[in-house]
């Protein structure tokens, strides 16, 4: 008999000592906030905090509550990769190093860099055995084969002599890191809740499983990288899948931001416990706005993915806000900068940007109107989280469809009201009913 507690792998479980292989992912502002992530490490689970846009104090302070409530180390926290500010993710590592967190998500990373190899090889000793252990997990979220390759790798020679010559790593630490892989856990994320590469899990999944094996053979690693599966996951059903793919483990995201414990405003709890699969749409995002990077975002009783989307179509089709009808001005001032002009939000904006950008947008005046696009993208996503109800229709609400099957599944039952719903209370729920679904095929399948 298959139980909620015998899926995914137990060289997962173990590790992080959890009854189940599920973990929740982090999610920004502390939107997976402390509670969320005490919730689930007291429950049999792993829960990541959501750092992203919060303070190095505030991280500090989380780090030391989750230490203070929770026993064990099943708990990490989100690092997201920022090409303008590599000095904070200095400075979180070194947060991390020094308070023992033993566990960390690091997500839109596109190449390896020197401060996840460090936090990787900080402390690394070698076994009785002859064995190369790390002190520090790192799960790597991916979504592309040429992103996770690197991470399955050893650490580039010239990153650990880099580390070595900066005095980061010791000697010891830089010849064993060619014995353990980058990143010991590659979290696979097919279409998700915010950022995506809108990737089919069944199409990414077997093939970055091939990759991981391969790596591991050819390394010779004398531990496992485990795979997990995410995006698209609010059902047993699709859990049930990810694990008969041969997922170590699984990771939920959307679902979250509707618990009681998420850092989400209630006013939009609210809006997400009523959406459904298909009340979500894909729009640029404010970090990327200059490419075709899109996010997946709530589309139902808002206007933020329509006025996302022609900010967009408009910087594409001009070089310079000059260029613009009158039209096209007065709409953008009317209903997207609440009849701010374009000079006012830009003179607001170079109060607090880097002093490069501002530079730039002086000389470059498509770089100007990208600068003061963003502004919109900045303020919906604050607006949301800070539940400022009276911009609702430009909230910038980060979700997936996933949400939508979640409350098809608890439709009339009391989950249907979200005040019931507690993270690790939704997630035994999904495990133990993802493995009553496998029970009842397997049961099925024996008679046929
Ligand atoms: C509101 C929200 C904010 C998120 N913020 C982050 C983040 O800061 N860092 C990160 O790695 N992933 C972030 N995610 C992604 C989740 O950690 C998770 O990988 C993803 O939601 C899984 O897909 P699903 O939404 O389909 O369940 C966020 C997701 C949501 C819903």
Same mark, same amino acid.
């Given at each position: 008999? $298959? /139980? @909620? +507690?015998?899926?995914?792998?137990?060289? %997962? =479980?173990r590790r992080h000592n959890i009854h189940y292989a599920y973990a929740t992912g982090g999610m920004y502002y502390g939107i997976a906030s402390q509670e969320l992530v005490t919730a689930m490490a007291n429950n049999g689970f792993m829960g990541f905090f959501g750092a992203g846009g919060l303070s190095l104090e505030k991280i500090e302070e989380t780090i030391l509550? /989750? =230490?203070?409530?929770i026993q064990n180390t099943n708990y990490g926290i989100n690092i997201l990769y920022n090409h303008i500010l590599s000095a904070k993710e200095s400075a979180i590592i070194d947060l991390l190093l020094k308070h023992e967190i033993r566990n960390v998500e690091a997500a839109s990373f596109p190449i390896v860099t020197p401060e996840i190899v460090r936090y990787r090889l900080k402390g690394a000793y070698r076994t009785k055995d002859g064995a190369v252990k790390s002190l520090n997990?790192?799960?790597? =979220?991916?979504?592309?084969?040429?992103?996770a390759t690197p991470f399955m790798s050893p650490a580039p020679a010239n990153i650990i002599e880099e580390l070595l010559v900066g005095g980061k790593i010791t000697k010891a630490e830089a010849e064993m890191s060619c014995e353990i892989p980058v990143a010991n856990e590659i979290c696979i994320e097919a279409e998700s809740a915010g950022h995506t590469d809108r990737r089919v899990a069944n199409i990414v999944f077997p093939s970055m499983q091939k990759l991981r094996d391969k790596?591991?053979?050819? !390394?010779k690693y004398s531990e496992k990288i485990c795979i997990g599966l995410a995006g698209g996951i609010g059902t047993p059903e699709a859990i049930a899948a990810a694990f008969v793919?041969?997922?170590d483990f699984i990771l939920t995201g959307s679902i979250n931001q509707c618990t009681i414990e998420s850092g989400t405003h209630p006013y939009v709890k609210e809006l997400l416990s009523k959406m459904g699969i298909e009340d979500t749409d894909f729009t640029p995002t404010g970090d990327m706005f200059e490419t075709d990077a899109k996010i997946q975002v709530l589309r139902k009783g808002v206007l933020f993915p329509v006025r996302a989307k022609k900010l967009q179509e408009i910087y594409n &089709?001009?070089?310079? /806000?000059l260029e613009l009808t009158s039209e096209e001005k007065n709409f953008l001032?009317? =209903? $997207?900068?609440?009849?701010?002009?374009?000079?006012? $939000?830009?003179?607001?904006?170079?109060?607090?940007? *880097?002093?490069? $950008?501002?530079?730039?947008? +002086? !000389?470059?005046?498509k770089a100007k109107m990208a600068l003061i696009f963003k502004d919109y993208f900045y303020k919906s996503i604050k607006n949301a989280y800070s539940g400022n109800v009276s911009e609702k229709l430009n909230f910038q609400? !980060?979700?997936?469809?996933?949400?939508? @099957?979640?409350?098809? %599944?608890?439709?009339?039952?009391?989950? @249907?009201? !979200?005040? &019931?719903?507690?993270? *690790? &209370?939704?997630a035994k729920i999904l495990m133990e009913d993802a493995a009553k679904k496998l029970n009842a095929f397997y049961n099925g399948f024996q008679k046929n």
């Amino acid at each position: 008999m $298959i /139980l @909620a +507690e015998s899926l995914g792998c137990d060289v %997962y =479980k173990r590790r992080h000592n959890i009854h189940y292989a599920y973990a929740t992912g982090g999610m920004y502002y502390g939107i997976a906030s402390q509670e969320l992530v005490t919730a689930m490490a007291n429950n049999g689970f792993m829960g990541f905090f959501g750092a992203g846009g919060l303070s190095l104090e505030k991280i500090e302070e989380t780090i030391l509550f /989750l =230490k203070d409530n929770i026993q064990n180390t099943n708990y990490g926290i989100n690092i997201l990769y920022n090409h303008i500010l590599s000095a904070k993710e200095s400075a979180i590592i070194d947060l991390l190093l020094k308070h023992e967190i033993r566990n960390v998500e690091a997500a839109s990373f596109p190449i390896v860099t020197p401060e996840i190899v460090r936090y990787r090889l900080k402390g690394a000793y070698r076994t009785k055995d002859g064995a190369v252990k790390s002190l520090n997990n790192v799960m790597a =979220k991916v979504s592309r084969i040429e992103v996770a390759t690197p991470f399955m790798s050893p650490a580039p020679a010239n990153i650990i002599e880099e580390l070595l010559v900066g005095g980061k790593i010791t000697k010891a630490e830089a010849e064993m890191s060619c014995e353990i892989p980058v990143a010991n856990e590659i979290c696979i994320e097919a279409e998700s809740a915010g950022h995506t590469d809108r990737r089919v899990a069944n199409i990414v999944f077997p093939s970055m499983q091939k990759l991981r094996d391969k790596s591991c053979c050819e !390394h010779k690693y004398s531990e496992k990288i485990c795979i997990g599966l995410a995006g698209g996951i609010g059902t047993p059903e699709a859990i049930a899948a990810a694990f008969v793919m041969g997922a170590d483990f699984i990771l939920t995201g959307s679902i979250n931001q509707c618990t009681i414990e998420s850092g989400t405003h209630p006013y939009v709890k609210e809006l997400l416990s009523k959406m459904g699969i298909e009340d979500t749409d894909f729009t640029p995002t404010g970090d990327m706005f200059e490419t075709d990077a899109k996010i997946q975002v709530l589309r139902k009783g808002v206007l933020f993915p329509v006025r996302a989307k022609k900010l967009q179509e408009i910087y594409n &089709k001009y070089n310079s /806000l000059l260029e613009l009808t009158s039209e096209e001005k007065n709409f953008l001032i009317d =209903k $997207i900068f609440n009849g701010k002009s374009f000079d006012e $939000i830009y003179n607001e904006l170079k109060q607090y940007f *880097p002093s490069a $950008i501002v530079e730039q947008a +002086e !000389h470059d005046p498509k770089a100007k109107m990208a600068l003061i696009f963003k502004d919109y993208f900045y303020k919906s996503i604050k607006n949301a989280y800070s539940g400022n109800v009276s911009e609702k229709l430009n909230f910038q609400i !980060h979700i997936g469809a996933a949400m939508g @099957a979640f409350n098809d %599944y608890v439709a009339g039952t009391e989950l @249907a009201d !979200h005040s &019931k719903r507690s993270a *690790p &209370k939704i997630a035994k729920i999904l495990m133990e009913d993802a493995a009553k679904k496998l029970n009842a095929f397997y049961n099925g399948f024996q008679k046929n």
